[in-house]
T-cell receptor, first 114, second 115 residues
Framework: EAEVAQSPRYKITEKSQAVAFWCDPISGHATLYWYRQILGQGPELLVQFQDESVVDDSQLPKDRFSAERLKGVDSTLKIQPAELGDSAMYLC????????????FGQGTRLTVV | GDSVTQMEGPVTLSEEAFLTINCTYTATGYPSLFWYVQYPGEGLQLLLKATKADDKGSNKGFEATYRKETTSFHLEKGSVQVSDSAVYFCALSDAGGGSQGNLIFGKGTKLSVKP
């Protein structure tokens, strides 16, 4: 069964350092999402791609976060510099389209900033 | 903007008890509704969905009916098992509501089932 792949599963970094997460969506899925989930809360959208284009990054803290999906397939989310408040689970998801279709999630990257 | 409100947890039940987790939503368009489940340390898995009013989604003994008149999508299961212990998220996707169709989640309800 096709899955959304994410790496690493866990990451510990010191504040002010740079950190990057990688996501490989299900083959053929044009839409890719990055969500952030703070412990005890629901996921919140950071950025949404349609193929290689960003269609929603209104909640992305652009002073420190960046995301790219250069060839419209896999994607990288970067934080520089990391802050203590960035500690969270970062979830990648993909879907075939954007009109009320279900999203499939990866296992996530658990980031701890110390 | 669109939002989802679900009942506060944690919910603790004995095995074979009846489960209800309430979920209500606010949306400007005609959303699709979802329940996702998250096991400890894992990502989210789709449990069930409904795309229009009066649709019933069902999977693994769980059911939820899309009620437009009450803007609700309550999750139910007749007899829970220990293996159902997880966090359950209600979500909506509303491409006509000014967003790009991304999922908007509730805060989650933690369910613990005791033997």
């Amino acid at each position: 069964e096709a899955e959304v792949a994410q790496s690493p599963r866990y990451k510990i970094t010191e504040k002010s350092q740079a950190v990057a997460f990688w996501c490989d969506p299900i083959s053929g899925h044009a839409t890719l999402y990055w969500y952030r989930q703070i412990l005890g809360q629901g996921p919140e959208l950071l950025v949404q791609f349609q193929d290689e284009s960003v269609v929603d990054d209104s909640q992305l803290p652009k002073d420190r976060f960046s995301a790219e999906r250069l060839k419209g397939v896999d994607s990288t989310l970067k934080i520089q510099p990391a802050e203590l408040g960035d500690s969270a689970m970062y979830l990648c998801a993909s879907s075939i389209g954007t009109v009320n279709t279900e999203a499939f999630f990866g296992q996530g990257t658990r980031l701890t900033v110390v | 903007g669109d939002s989802v409100t679900q009942m506060e947890g944690p919910v603790t039940l004995s095995e074979e008890a009846f489960l209800t987790i309430n979920c209500t939503y606010t949306a400007t368009g005609y959303p699709s509704l979802f329940w996702y489940v998250q096991y400890p340390g894992e990502g989210l898995q789709l449990l069930l969905k409904a795309t229009k009013a009066d649709d019933k989604g069902s999977n693994k003994g769980f059911e939820a009916t899309y009620r437009k008149e009450t803007t609700s999508f309550h999750l139910e299961k007749g007899s829970v098992q220990v293996s159902d212990s997880a966090v359950y998220f209600c979500a909506l996707s509303d491409a006509g509501g000014g967003s790009q169709g991304n999922l908007i989640f509730g805060k989650g309800t933690k369910l613990s089932v005791k033997p």
